[in-house]
């Protein structure tokens, strides 16, 4: 089946920890986005990445880092300059990063502070 | 830069009746695209209609059908016959012809009443 997974489903930090969510994709797509929800509220784009070692800040990237080494794979870190990481994250990709191309999401990582 | 707004925060329908939902949208850009996204309880981010600014006519799906008026800059939501699955949250989003992410609303909630 072809799709997008998010790992893992829940994630708890620690004050002062730096915290990585996965996320795979076996569509062959090019671009990959990061998205964060809090209750209440739209999503809201962190980073995306049109193509292998290349990515873009979104509306809130502070706190937040990227990688994309692999064109299916476009981990996220939380870092500990996030002072309120608490929310909903999701992957999502498409087949380019024109404005027509669909965005499919992956399931989601909720992540909380303890 | 852009915005999308919901107003209907909560909205309550009898099952197999007709419900609208509303979204308006601000931009200055020519060409963008127009989506509507459906999030059930499950949280998994579900693409249900899109729209080109340059098509005039409505697209639909299926029970799902969008009422696009560019000079209004609104873009709402129509379901007929709606379904008990037909329950979630609701986004209706916004993206440009370039490359960047979707700008979303806050979401509408919607409730199939048996």
């Known amino acids: 089946d072809g799709g997008i997974t998010q790992s893992p489903k829940y994630l708890f930090r620690k004050e002062g920890q730096n915290v990585t969510l996965s996320c795979e994709q076996n569509?062959?797509?090019?671009?990959m986005y990061w998205y964060r929800q809090d209750p209440g509220q739209g999503l809201r784009l962190i980073y995306y990445s049109q193509i292998v070692n290349d990515f873009q800040k979104g509306d809130i990237a502070e706190g937040y880092s990227v990688s994309r080494e692999k064109k299916e794979s476009f981990p996220l870190t939380v870092t500990s300059a996030q002072k309120n990481p608490t929310a909903f994250y999701l992957c999502?990709?498409?087949?380019?990063?024109?404005?027509?191309?669909?965005?499919?999401f992956g399931p989601g990582t909720r992540l909380l502070v303890l | 830069a852009q915005t999308v707004t919901q107003s209907q925060p909560e909205m309550s329908v009898q099952e197999a009746e007709t419900v609208t939902l509303s979204c308006t949208y601000d931009?200055?850009?020519?060409?963008?695209?127009l989506f509507w996204y459906k999030q059930p309880p499950s949280r998994q981010m579900i693409l249900v209609i899109r729209q080109e600014a340059y098509k005039q006519q409505n697209a639909t799906e299926n029970r799902f059908s969008v009422n696009f008026q560019k000079a209004a800059k609104s873009f709402s939501l129509k379901i007929s016959d709606s379904q008990l699955g037909d329950a979630a949250m609701y986004f209706c989003a916004y993206r440009t012809g370039g490359a960047d992410g979707l700008t979303f609303g806050k979401g509408t909630h919607l409730i199939i009443q048996p």
């Open positions: 931009t200055s850009e020519s060409d963008y695209y």
């Open positions: 999502a990709s498409s087949i380019g990063l024109q404005g027509k191309e669909t965005q499919y």
């Open positions: 569509l062959n797509h090019d671009a």
